[in-house]
Every structure is written in structure tokens, then in C-alpha cells.
């Protein structure tokens, strides 16, 4: 790629870009569209524009609004998670320590995470090597090179003394990596700390996940023999306990019941419209009962709907008993009327063979996945080798069955066999159109679905919550982008045509990524700006929620409650977000020594990334579980493999350059694992598991057990009132076993 | 070999496994012997003679003893320890569920372990593979072959449909083995959880190791922060904790007095015995003071050494002070009044950095090791992977200082370099035996001393109990022997020679085993009959111990307590017994199904071997520990990596034979690693934890709980009376803090 093209596509990403900041600018402020730029203010029942600060009326106050917000007001308006994500992207400790309103961006510099190491390399590795290898003479005589390559190692002869610039920039790098990390989990640590020990009621702080209970004795229900099981080992400290039941039956004809609401709430405003003036009577909603509507008999809704609900409230009751007796699954969430009860309870080996009554922390109660829990541990671990392999065959291999659906799906092809497609096929303007894209097509659907995919297969793993699920879809997806953007499109096609050569010779690969980095230098600085520009414009504006909220809101809804529904701004998506910026990090990491032109990219890719990513936590998303920060562990890791692989290929490209020093690298790579395993040994603990010193912190009151115990029983085996709990209890046992209250 | 020293080599070695064994029969009747061949029954206050059984005189009642014995019995006289060891030669369930004093020899057939492993394996393989191989004709023309080679694989043509007999015995090997495994782990836990939930109290059961203290705020000693930090982290279950000083000092002069109130029981025999009718004053006992009590002025014993005493005491006083007050460690036994609060306190995470109050399980009082108690956890960490490295070297490569110092140390070389020497060298007789012995020399004394080098080496990790310092110096001595012995014979010197070829084609050492495994067929024969006939013969007899004892009775012991110091018999010496197993065991296995008549000699190795650890159990050994059975997951996975190499040496063994469905053996390799993941998933945690559910047993009384924790008192800190206690509590710290009285 030649200069002219390189800057020719970063204006176009730029100019992009700015118009999509200005149409965020001018749409954010017309009070029409805040469900969409503000909802989660709304739902904290804030007002957008009432007590918000000097600036939000200003094009650039969503900038200074966003930089001055504390780590507090994350952590208030997106839970720990996101205020670890903004750690993860950028900032921390600064800030989050003064809860000032001061625009601080003279702090950014001390930020830390990616932003930070990219900072602290750009510092030293800018002013040193772009000299260092702008004045050197490598590439003369060879035709067709840009300025940006003359600045880079390519230009650099080989063996010269040069090189010990960019060798000792390696370390350099790798050492501000260290402190970085070495902080961050420092600070994201407390951060947890700090947020456990809250004096808010956790439900979850309360309980503990059992699952892989043994087959009770003939006599006695599974609520049974787990009440007698924890009552003789936690006499002082049990409170009740949760059997998981296989509810799916009762939820469906809850969820039919809450159609029906839903429904009659929908057809008394639209009779309430159609009383107008003309017409005072008004005319009473009517539906077919048949398939989608469309056919079958046609029923006045409101009266329809109330009679199937009277019709379906018995069954739900007959429903709920059946399943609370005689659907017992074998897991149980077990509550302790202590938090460090239950802490010290998930962390204690209970029974003599590992197999049977295995605990672990249990999930919020919003983030339990029901059907998983029962699953045996055996199925649980076969099932887990079974998705890592598909996984990695779809990581190393998904291109093969995609090359061969396109080869199939030719135009040619789908004339013959599907002839009805031939009118449309013919004209000549849509054949063109048709013939660029599909080849593609069956590619662009499979990385659309992707993440979705990766989703299902984690599920499958059996994994009992949904912060756990999507860890583990984002370290697969990780594993995929890098694999495939990276090292793929780098190695290009010789990696498969040479797939014999590498694995006889592992260390192969590392000379032919040696070979081919440098190459794709300008490739990547172009990626790295469409992807920020462009992205992050996208994401700001959020144009395509605001079209699809105001045709639903023209079209659709009826009631407040749909308007609701259609402005529902979701969470942040850890599962693709984290990904995505991974491979952004890992490219600059990898090219900062090589092209260290790159770092002002990624430097202005994170640290806008930042402001943007805190901006929709504080004012769009709203999160759907709070895992208090156990993202960071995998975040922290993959920085570490992303510096490996740096350091590896490093390795390659300055040994290719026949410098007999380069070994002087090889220390780094023990010296990474080192890190690695001193920072997991030294912090990952916490995460795992809950400090006794951090369980015993003061609650803001005595708790409501009560509370607490409803809040695990699934919305459709609730009963109405509370004071219904001992029958509910009751139900579950053959002996009334009641539990003493506490 | 050819069969004839084959045959001569077995005959020897049994010659002298009868005569050993006759000595043993009539030593052992002698009453003056009971002290060398029945010191643990004495010890336990029983009397050899009286009241045992029939078979007690009679020439082989020992063995319908050891044979009749219960798994109680066993327990009862060396701990679960010796049982598991038993377990893991021979037996376990069938005579432990009985509790039978029949002989129950046709029980054995169904013991289980490496004994069943080989008994089953047997079943199978000598009537099928013997007949297979021995009609073949593959070393027809071949000169110099044995019959025992003619019975072996050896003598299967290659390419030969009879391989399928040997492939499919590989399976029927491993299967047998997975089986016996699977159920003496089962077993072995069992044992493991009974013994654990005895009625009786056991200090520490009660008790939680804490370790990597922080340092303590300047108005408070480390025992005022260990006390607050765990009486408002278990305000209900904490007791009282016991820091761990650096009482060397106090240590010593509490030797000092001990070692002179031995010198005045001694001298007082003496001067009662003096005291003959011919003198019936006596003669006083007198020794110099000065080195070895050859030099220095010649004073009466007696009065001397009282008077040491007083001047000692209060000096022991004076250090116990400063010890407990200014000697703190950061390092506690932290002590809780009741066993699941222990159990549990031991599994909780404490603090929220992970390098901060590790806990685990207290050891046993007795088996501590102190000084390695207040090691911090990066030190002990990076100790670990120096041990590791230096093991690693010393197994590897101890050959070549070995053979350096061989070279050096000529005779010739003594000659000039000892010149007083000379007289005796050059004599002939002396010159030819020393000229025959002294290469190996280095390689002789380096071999007797290693068992303690290891066990140095183990004890310089860190290493908090003797228990675990014996498994650490256990599996180090497994590897060496294996590697040395087994490989490095096998393979010789074409080995060392190729070290570059096996470092580049790691395979290649499987081809190297194959083709040399085959030719040692016969001396591995002739080593295991050599190893089970004198070895054992020489642990039945006991006639060093014998020797030993007679002499130090009859020259040097003096006073009771001396005689009886003299007969101490010692605990089992698992270090270096189990890893000696573990080779025979491997060398068996790996030679099944090239070899099959290596089996008879291999079940009756362990037959044999379980036998005679059984009569040792019983009647000798006192253990010094007792860890309940944790050894038993190290033996279990080193049996496992036996196999692992008996099956990847046979898939070269097999494919060498150019056998086209040799690869059917590889699925072997795997499953071995499934199991091997399965049972360390179900059983292990239950070694390394303390389940709630065996902790929650029922005692045989209250505890005493001032018991308890003087146990964890060190002898020379020992207030003399209960009472004392609270004062020496207050010693300790500087706001005085004394413990709630329970």
C-alpha cells in the first residue's frame, strides 16, 4: 500500500468519523431521542438534561461529562464489571481516587491498563526508533516503498548496531507491560474488595451453588436429604435451602399467562384510541385464535384473554406443586444466615468423595442459567472436552466448509436449481451486484453468527451463570479473531500450504511471522484507524437502535411498557467488546517495535475507546449481572499471551535480520510465564473465591432471610406473599422438616 | 546369561533367603532377642509369648500371624501409614472386612494393588503368551539362546498374526491395573475417612498452620495480631494460637540439662555398681571436662553435673522469656475449639492478597519441622525450583563427577599424593582388592549417602512436616532409580552417547528402549529374584540391628533408658522403601509381555515383600508419624507413570516386530492419562482436605482443650505445670489479651 491510499483511507475513516459525531451531537440533544442516549439515567430515574453539569448542552460536553465522571459513578451506573472493562481499556487509579469533577486529562498519562502501556512505549519507543531507522538505508534502491515503511525496522540493515535500539525497545515494552498489569490487578483487586464489602444485602453473599447431590433414600425428597445434609454439618449457620426444580413446564403457562396480560393491556389502549369523537362507542379489539393470527375463529381479545387466564391459573397452581414435589433436580442453591458462613461453606470440601455435594459460590440470582445446575460433573467435564474440541477445529478449520458452501452457492448454481430465482438473477445490474458478494456472503453470515454460536457452545459446557458464560464465549472468540485477523491474514495463504512444515517444525511459524509482519505494517495502521473511527462513531451515534426504536415506537407499541421494551438499551457485551480490543492490542503490541508508528493509532484507539466506552456506560447501558471484576483474571492473561506472542515473533524478526545479539530475547519469554504465574498465585485467589477478612465486613442492617431466600425461587414458582413461604417449603418435603427460624 | 548362571544366580540368592530366614526362626524364639524382633509390641506394653497364638513357636508361625492379622491390627500397631503401604504391595479389603484369624492365604489371589495388578496380569497372560512364543521360531539358527529367551516375545517371527496375543495383553495389563487402582483408591480413602473420624482427639484436628504473617503494627507483637485478626474472623470457634519463636537457643540449653541428667543416671549405675564387697564404698564416677572428655581437669560426675544444672535453669528461664517475647516468627498454629471450624478454617481463603495468612491443615506436634515454618511464600516458592533444578541435574547427570573423582582418585594418584599411605598400598593383596574396588568407591558411597541428600534437599523447599518431606524425598529417589536403574541399564551407555539425537526426536528413546528391552529380559529376572531373596531375607533377620544392639548392651549402655535407645527400632523408612517397590513394580510391569516368567518372580516379590512388612508392622517398627494414608495418591500416581512408559515402551516393542496394527496401542496412552485425571478429580481432595462431613464425627469426650494446645508447645518452651499457662500466654504479648476461657 502506497502513502497516497494509506491517507486517503484514514481521511475517509476520519471524515466518517466527524459526521457521525456531529449527527450524535445534534440527535443526543432533541429530548425525543433520550430513551435512546440516556437510558440508563432514565432508569436510575435521573433527569438527562435537569442538575447535569455545564457541558451536556455544549457538542463536546459528553467528552468532559465523561472524563470527570469517578470510578464511583461507574461503578453506580454499569456495576464493577464495566468500571474493570474501563480499567482494562485505559484508566484507574487516578481518578477513581479523587472523585473530582475537574476535567483531568493531565492525568491520562498516568492511566494504566493498554492505554497506559501504550503510552509509556510510545514515550521512549517514538522519539528513539523513528530516527533511528528514518536515517538508516535499507530499503533504498527497492522500488515502491511509502514513507511509513522508511520509518520502520524494515529500513534498518541487517547486523547493524542499530538493532540493539529496537532489541532493547523490546524489553522496554515488556517491562512497562509488567508494572501495568502488576498495578491494574492491584487496583482492580480492591476494587473488588471494595465492592463485596459494601453494606448493601447480596442475596448471592448469602448462598452457595451444590450441585451433584447423591440419589436421596427412598423416604425422603432431594429438599429433604439436602436440608438434613447441611443442617447436621452447618447446625449454627443453615438457614434453608433452594432445590432446583425443572420448572420449564410451569414457566410456560406463566409466560402464556403474562401474554395474555400483555395483551389485554395492549387491546385497552387501542380501544381507548378508537373512542373518538365520531365514534364514542369505541370498537373492541379482536384476534383470530389461530396460527399467527391470520386464521382461526375471531374472539373479542379483552374478554378471550381474561377467560384463558381464569382458565390457566389453576393449572399454573396444579403446576407449581407437581413441580416443586416431584420435579426435584438434583442441585440445590443453600442459604446461610451469615455471609462468612457461606463463604467459608463454598470453599470447604464437604463430602469425603469429590463427586457427590460439590459447592461453589452461587450466582446472582438474575444470572443463574437453571437447566445447567443439575448436570453431573462427570457430564460437565466430558461436555467441556467436546466444545473445546469443536471449538478448536472451528478456529483452525471453519474456513474449509465456508470455501466449500461458497464454491456451491454459485450464481450459476442457484439458476439451475432454484429456476424461480432466474427473473431476478437475469438482470444485469443485480448479477453484477450478486456476483461481487456472494462468494462472501456465506463468510459474513457465519462471523455475524458467530458470537452467538460461541454463546450456545459455552452454554452447553454447563456452566451455571451467565457472567461465567460470557467469559468464557469472549476467550474463544479471543482465540478466533487473533488466530484468523491476525495471524491469519498475516501468514496469508502460506500457512495452509505449509500447515505439513509447521507442525514438524513448531519453531517454523515463529520465522515465518518473522517473515511477514513487517509486510502488513501499513495493512494494520489502516485497520487499526477504520476500526476506532468507524466504530466508535457507530457506537456513539447509536444510529442503528434510534432508527429501529423510532419505527417501533411509530408501528408497534401501544403501551408504555412495549415503548419500554423498544428502548431497552442492553448491556455492554463483554463477550464481543473484549475480543475485538484484544486484537487491536495485540496488533499494536506486536508492530510496536517493528512499525512504532502504529502506537499513536492504538494509543488514540484506547484512549477514545475509554471515553466512548464511559460515556454509554454512564448514560446507554444498563448492566444485566454484576460479577464484581472476574473478567479482569482473563483480561490480564490474554494481555500476558498477546505479549508472548510479541515477544516470540520479536524474536524472529530480529534474528532474521542476522543479528547475533537477538538471543539476548530469550530470557523474556520464561520471564513473561514467571509474571504470569506470580501475579495469578498472588491475586487470582480473590477472585476465585471470597476472603474470609472481606465476608465479615458490617451489613447495613440485619437481612431479610426471607428476602433472600424468595429471591432464588424461580418468577414462576414464587408465591404471592411471603408469609405462603412455609407451604411453599412444606410442598417440597414428604416430612414436615420445617427449618427453625432464625 | 545363559540359563545355567541364571539358574545358579536364583539358587544362591535362595540359599541365602533360607538361611536368613532359618537364623530369623531361631533368633527370634530367643528371650533375649525380643528387644531387636519384637520392640513395637513390647512398646505397646504387649508380651511376645504370652497369650499370642498357637504358631508363635513354631518355625513359620510368623507367618500365619502376618497373614492373620486384621487391617486393625495393622492400624493399631504402625497407623494407617503402614496399612496403605501394605495396600499398596498386597492386600487390603478382603482380611480388613473380616477381621478373621484364619489363615487366609486363599484370599490372597484377591488382594489387591501391585500384587493383584501382577496376579490377574499372571491369570491371563502365562498361559496364553508362554505357549504363543514358545512354539515359535524367530531365534532358530540365532547361537547362544536360553529357553527363558525362547518363552519371550523375543522368539515371535516379526510381522507374525501371534503379536495380536501380545498387542491385545497390553490391554488386558492396563485394564487390570486401572481396575485395582480404581478400587484401592477407593479403599485407601475409606481407610483414610475412618481413621480420620475416630473418637479420639488428636491436637491437631483442632489446629490450622498459618503461615506468611504480615508484620504486625509496632505496639503489638505478631502473637497480639494473630490472636485479634482471628478472634474477629472466628468470633465464635477461635481458641488460642501458638506462634511459632526461634527457640534454638533455649533448645540448646534444654539439651544441655537433659544430656547431664543422663550423665548422672549413668554415673549413679555406675557407682552402684561399683560398689562390690571387696569395695563397699565404691569408686565415684569421674570424667575431664575438657574435649571428648580426654583433656581438661578430672572432676566427679555426679556433682558436676548437678551443679551445671542449677546453674542452667535459670538460664533457661531467663531465654524462654526473651524467646516467647522477642523471638516471634511470622508463623502460628492457630487453634479452634472445635474440628470442623478447624476443618474448615483450614480451606477458607483468608485475606484478600493471597501472599498474606495462608492457612492449611496443622501437622501432627510431633513431625514439625519448626525452622521451616516461617518461610514466606515467594521464598519458599523460588527454594522449590532450585531443589527442583539441582534434582533434576543430580539424576540426570551424577555420572560425571562420579566418574571425574573415579579418575582422580587412582591409586597411583594416592600413592604420590598420600605418601604415608604407601606402606599399606604396596602390599599386593591390598593392591589388588583396593585396585578392584576403588573405581567404584565414589559411586558406592555417593548411592549410600543420596536417600539423606534427598531428603536434605527435600527438607530445603520448605517443607512444613516429616511426613511430607518423606513423600517430597520419595518421589526424588523414585526418579532417580527408575531413570538410572531401569532406563539407564537398559539402555547402557548408547544412551549418552546419542543425547543429541534424543533431544531432537524425542521418539527416539522409545525405539532405543524397544530394541534394548528385550536383551535384559534375563538379567531383570535374576535382579528381582536377587532383590527379594536377600533383601528380604536380610529385613527378616535383622541381623545388623541384631549385632548392633548386642554390642551396645554389652559395652556400652548403662542405664535403662539407654538399653532401650538402643533397640529403638525406627519407623518404616517409606523414603527410600516405597521408591525401591516402585522400580520392581515398573521393571515387572514393563517386562509382562516381552518376558512373561518375569510375573512368578514379581507376585512373589510383593507376596513375599507383603509378608514381611507385615510381620515388621506388627512386630518391629514404631512409626514416628502418622499422615493417614497420604502417601497413597504419590503411590498411585507412580504406578501410573510406570504404566505410561510400560505402554509407550511396548507400542515400540510391538511396532519394531513391524506389526501393521501396532498403532491400535495408542488409545492406551490417552485413557491412562484419563484415569489417571478421573481419580485425582474424585479421590484426591479428600488427601488434601479434610471433608466436613468426616470432621463432624462424634467425640470420646469433651477435649481438653489446654491439651491440645500444649501439644503445640516445643518440649523446651513447656510450662511445668497446666496453670502456667495464662502466664505464658501473657509472655507473649504486650497488651494482655488473654483468651475467653471455654
Given at each position: 500500500m502506497d502513502l497516497a491510499s494509506f491517507i486517503t483511507s484514514v481521511l475517509t475513516s476520519?471524515?466518517?468519523f466527524v459526521v457521525l459525531v456531529l449527527l450524535f451531537t445534534w440527535l443526543s440533544r432533541r429530548p425525543g431521542n433520550a430513551m435512546v442516549y440516556y437510558p440508563s439515567l432514565l432508569l436510575r430515574g435521573l433527569d438527562p438534561w435537569e442538575g447535569r453539569r455545564r457541558g451536556s448542552r455544549s457538542p463536546v460536553g459528553w467528552i468532559s461529562d465523561a472524563i470527570s465522571a469517578s470510578e464511583t459513578d461507574v461503578v453506580a451506573a454499569g456495576g464493577v464489571d464495566a468500571a474493570v472493562y474501563l480499567v482494562f481499556l485505559s484508566s484507574g487509579t487516578p481518578i477513581s481516587d479523587e472523585h473530582s469533577t475537574i476535567i483531568s486529562i493531565d492525568l491520562l498519562p498516568f492511566a494504566v491498563a493498554v492505554l497506559s502501556i501504550l503510552v509509556y512505549s510510545g514515550i521512549i519507543l517514538l522519539p528513539v526508533l523513528l530516527p533511528v531507522a528514518g536515517t538508516d538505508n535499507a530499503l533504498e534502491g527497492a522500488a515502491g516503498f511509502s514513507p511509513i515503511e522508511k520509518l520502520a525496522l524494515g529500513n534498518v540493515q541487517k547486523k547493524s548496531a542499530r538493532l540493539w535500539a529496537f532489541l532493547l525497545s523490546v524489553y522496554w515494552v515488556s517491562f512497562v507491560t509488567y508494572f501495568v498489569l502488576w498495578k491494574s490487578y492491584k487496583h482492580v483487586s480492591n476494587l473488588r474488595a471494595t465492592a463485596r464489602s459494601t453494606p448493601e444485602i447480596k442475596p448471592e453473599e448469602f448462598a452457595v451453588l451444590v450441585r451433584d447431590l447423591p440419589r436421596p433414600s427412598p423416604d425422603e425428597t432431594i429438599k429433604d436429604s439436602v436440608d438434613s445434609y447441611f443442617r447436621a454439618l452447618h447446625p449454627n449457620t443453615f438457614y434453608r435451602s433452594v432445590v432446583v426444580t425443572d420448572h420449564t413446564k410451569a414457566d410456560k403457562i406463566y409466560q402464556e399467562i403474562e401474554g395474555h396480560k400483555q395483551k389485554i393491556a395492549r387491546a385497552e389502549v387501542v380501544y381507548a384510541n378508537s373512542k373518538t369523537e365520531s365514534n364514542p362507542e369505541g370498537i373492541k379489539p379482536t384476534h383470530r385464535t389461530g396460527l399467527l393470527g391470520l386464521i382461526g375463529k375471531k374472539v373479542d381479545t379483552i374478554e378471550y384473554c381474561s377467560e384463558q387466564i381464569k382458565e390457566l391459573l389453576p393449572k399454573l397452581e396444579a403446576e407449581q406443586k407437581t413441580t416443586l414435589r416431584e420435579k426435584q433436580q438434583r442441585a440445590a442453591i443453600v442459604i446461610f444466615n451469615s455471609r462468612s458462613a457461606a463463604a467459608s461453606a463454598s470453599q470447604t470440601l464437604h463430602a469425603q468423595v469429590f463427586d457427590k455435594w460439590t459447592v461453589m459460590e452461587a450466582p446472582e440470582p438474575r444470572q443463574i442459567i437453571w437447566p445447567n445446575l443439575p448436570r453431573k460433573i462427570y457430564e460437565r467435564q466430558i461436555r467441556?472436552?467436546?466444545?473445546?474440541?469443536?471449538?478448536?477445529?472451528?478456529?483452525?478449520?471453519?474456513?474449509?466448509?465456508?470455501?466449500?458452501?461458497?464454491?456451491?452457492?454459485?450464481?450459476?448454481?442457484?439458476?439451475?436449481?432454484?429456476?424461480?430465482?432466474?427473473?431476478?438473477?437475469?438482470?444485469?445490474?443485480?448479477?453484477?451486484?450478486?456476483?461481487?458478494?456472494?462468494?462472501?456472503?456465506?463468510?459474513?453470515?457465519?462471523?455475524?453468527?458467530?458470537?452467538?454460536?460461541?454463546?450456545?457452545?459455552?452454554?452447553?459446557?454447563?456452566?451455571?451463570?451467565?457472567?461465567?458464560?460470557?467469559?468464557?464465549?469472549s476467550g474463544k472468540y479471543f482465540y478466533f479473531i487473533v488466530f484468523n485477523v491476525f495471524i491469519g491474514y498475516t501468514l496469508g495463504a502460506t500457512l495452509f500450504k505449509s500447515l505439513?512444515?509447521?507442525?514438524?517444525?513448531?519453531?517454523?511459524?515463529?520465522?515465518?511471522?518473522?517473515?511477514?509482519?513487517?509486510?502488513?505494517?501499513?495493512?494494520?495502521?489502516?485497520f487499526v484507524?477504520?476500526?476506532?473511527?468507524?466504530?466508535?462513531?457507530?457506537?456513539?451515534?447509536?444510529?442503528?437502535?434510534?432508527?429501529?426504536?423510532?419505527?417501533?415506537?411509530?408501528?408497534?407499541?401501544?403501551?408504555?411498557?412495549?415503548?419500554?421494551?423498544?428502548?431497552?438499551?442492553?448491556?455492554?457485551?463483554?463477550?464481543?467488546r473484549v475480543p475485538n480490543d484484544m486484537l487491536i492490542a495485540t496488533v499494536v503490541l506486536c508492530y510496536s517495535v517493528i512499525a512504532p508508528l502504529i502506537i499513536p493509532f492504538g494509543v488514540a484507539y484506547f484512549a477514545l475507546g475509554w471515553l466512548v466506552a464511559k460515556n454509554q456506560v454512564l448514560r446507554v447501558y444498563v448492566p444485566s449481572y454484576e460479577s464484581n471484576?472476574?473478567?479482569?483474571?482473563?483480561?490480564?492473561?490474554?494481555?500476558?499471551?498477546?505479549?508472548?506472542?510479541?515477544?516470540?515473533?520479536?524474536?524472529?524478526?530480529i534474528g532474521l535480520k542476522v543479528f547475533l545479539y537477538a538471543p539476548i530475547l530469550v530470557p523474556l519469554i520464561p520471564m513473561?510465564?514467571?509474571?504470569?504465574?506470580?501475579?495469578?498465585?498472588?491475586?487470582?485467589?480473590?477472585?476465585?473465591?471470597?476472603?474470609?477478612?472481606?465476608?465479615?465486613h458490617e451489613l447495613k442492617e440485619a437481612p431479610n432471610m426471607d428476602a433472600i431466600y424468595t429471591a432464588y425461587i424461580p418468577q414462576c414458582l414464587k408465591p404471592d406473599k411471603l408469609e405462603d413461604l412455609d407451604v411453599f417449603e412444606d410442598a417440597q418435603s414428604h416430612t414436615t422438616s420445617r427449618a427453625p427460624s432464625i
Amino acid at each position: 500500500m502506497d502513502l497516497a491510499s494509506f491517507i486517503t483511507s484514514v481521511l475517509t475513516s476520519f471524515v466518517i468519523f466527524v459526521v457521525l459525531v456531529l449527527l450524535f451531537t445534534w440527535l443526543s440533544r432533541r429530548p425525543g431521542n433520550a430513551m435512546v442516549y440516556y437510558p440508563s439515567l432514565l432508569l436510575r430515574g435521573l433527569d438527562p438534561w435537569e442538575g447535569r453539569r455545564r457541558g451536556s448542552r455544549s457538542p463536546v460536553g459528553w467528552i468532559s461529562d465523561a472524563i470527570s465522571a469517578s470510578e464511583t459513578d461507574v461503578v453506580a451506573a454499569g456495576g464493577v464489571d464495566a468500571a474493570v472493562y474501563l480499567v482494562f481499556l485505559s484508566s484507574g487509579t487516578p481518578i477513581s481516587d479523587e472523585h473530582s469533577t475537574i476535567i483531568s486529562i493531565d492525568l491520562l498519562p498516568f492511566a494504566v491498563a493498554v492505554l497506559s502501556i501504550l503510552v509509556y512505549s510510545g514515550i521512549i519507543l517514538l522519539p528513539v526508533l523513528l530516527p533511528v531507522a528514518g536515517t538508516d538505508n535499507a530499503l533504498e534502491g527497492a522500488a515502491g516503498f511509502s514513507p511509513i515503511e522508511k520509518l520502520a525496522l524494515g529500513n534498518v540493515q541487517k547486523k547493524s548496531a542499530r538493532l540493539w535500539a529496537f532489541l532493547l525497545s523490546v524489553y522496554w515494552v515488556s517491562f512497562v507491560t509488567y508494572f501495568v498489569l502488576w498495578k491494574s490487578y492491584k487496583h482492580v483487586s480492591n476494587l473488588r474488595a471494595t465492592a463485596r464489602s459494601t453494606p448493601e444485602i447480596k442475596p448471592e453473599e448469602f448462598a452457595v451453588l451444590v450441585r451433584d447431590l447423591p440419589r436421596p433414600s427412598p423416604d425422603e425428597t432431594i429438599k429433604d436429604s439436602v436440608d438434613s445434609y447441611f443442617r447436621a454439618l452447618h447446625p449454627n449457620t443453615f438457614y434453608r435451602s433452594v432445590v432446583v426444580t425443572d420448572h420449564t413446564k410451569a414457566d410456560k403457562i406463566y409466560q402464556e399467562i403474562e401474554g395474555h396480560k400483555q395483551k389485554i393491556a395492549r387491546a385497552e389502549v387501542v380501544y381507548a384510541n378508537s373512542k373518538t369523537e365520531s365514534n364514542p362507542e369505541g370498537i373492541k379489539p379482536t384476534h383470530r385464535t389461530g396460527l399467527l393470527g391470520l386464521i382461526g375463529k375471531k374472539v373479542d381479545t379483552i374478554e378471550y384473554c381474561s377467560e384463558q387466564i381464569k382458565e390457566l391459573l389453576p393449572k399454573l397452581e396444579a403446576e407449581q406443586k407437581t413441580t416443586l414435589r416431584e420435579k426435584q433436580q438434583r442441585a440445590a442453591i443453600v442459604i446461610f444466615n451469615s455471609r462468612s458462613a457461606a463463604a467459608s461453606a463454598s470453599q470447604t470440601l464437604h463430602a469425603q468423595v469429590f463427586d457427590k455435594w460439590t459447592v461453589m459460590e452461587a450466582p446472582e440470582p438474575r444470572q443463574i442459567i437453571w437447566p445447567n445446575l443439575p448436570r453431573k460433573i462427570y457430564e460437565r467435564q466430558i461436555r467441556q472436552a467436546v466444545v473445546y474440541t469443536i471449538v478448536f477445529l472451528i478456529v483452525c478449520f471453519y474456513i474449509i466448509p465456508i470455501t466449500a458452501i461458497s464454491a456451491v452457492t454459485t450464481l450459476e448454481n442457484l439458476r439451475e436449481k432454484l429456476p424461480f430465482l432466474k427473473v431476478v438473477v437475469d438482470q444485469k445490474e443485480i448479477k453484477t451486484v450478486l456476483e461481487a458478494y456472494l462468494p462472501q456472503l456465506a463468510l459474513i453470515l457465519f462471523l455475524a453468527f458467530l458470537p452467538a454460536l460461541l454463546m450456545f457452545l459455552s452454554k452447553a459446557e454447563g456452566i451455571p451463570s451467565q457472567s461465567h458464560l460470557v467469559r468464557a464465549a469472549s476467550g474463544k472468540y479471543f482465540y478466533f479473531i487473533v488466530f484468523n485477523v491476525f495471524i491469519g491474514y498475516t501468514l496469508g495463504a502460506t500457512l495452509f500450504k505449509s500447515l505439513t512444515t509447521v507442525i514438524n517444525h513448531p519453531t517454523g511459524i515463529v520465522n515465518m511471522l518473522a517473515k511477514s509482519l513487517p509486510g502488513s505494517a501499513t495493512f494494520f495502521l489502516t485497520f487499526v484507524a477504520l476500526k476506532f473511527f468507524v466504530g466508535y462513531g457507530l457506537e456513539l451515534s447509536r444510529l442503528v437502535p434510534l432508527i429501529i426504536f423510532h419505527l417501533k415506537r411509530k408501528y408497534l407499541c401501544k403501551t408504555e411498557d412495549e415503548v419500554k421494551a423498544a428502548w431497552a438499551p442492553g448491556d455492554l457485551r463483554y463477550n464481543t467488546r473484549v475480543p475485538n480490543d484484544m486484537l487491536i492490542a495485540t496488533v499494536v503490541l506486536c508492530y510496536s517495535v517493528i512499525a512504532p508508528l502504529i502506537i499513536p493509532f492504538g494509543v488514540a484507539y484506547f484512549a477514545l475507546g475509554w471515553l466512548v466506552a464511559k460515556n454509554q456506560v454512564l448514560r446507554v447501558y444498563v448492566p444485566s449481572y454484576e460479577s464484581n471484576g472476574r473478567m479482569w483474571p482473563h483480561m490480564h492473561t490474554r494481555i500476558i499471551a498477546a505479549l508472548l506472542l510479541y515477544q516470540t515473533t520479536m524474536l524472529g524478526v530480529i534474528g532474521l535480520k542476522v543479528f547475533l545479539y537477538a538471543p539476548i530475547l530469550v530470557p523474556l519469554i520464561p520471564m513473561s510465564f514467571i509474571f504470569a504465574h506470580v501475579t495469578h498465585m498472588r491475586f487470582y485467589p480473590a477472585f476465585d473465591k471470597t476472603p474470609l477478612e472481606v465476608a465479615q465486613h458490617e451489613l447495613k442492617e440485619a437481612p431479610n432471610m426471607d428476602a433472600i431466600y424468595t429471591a432464588y425461587i424461580p418468577q414462576c414458582l414464587k408465591p404471592d406473599k411471603l408469609e405462603d413461604l412455609d407451604v411453599f417449603e412444606d410442598a417440597q418435603s414428604h416430612t414436615t422438616s420445617r427449618a427453625p427460624s432464625i
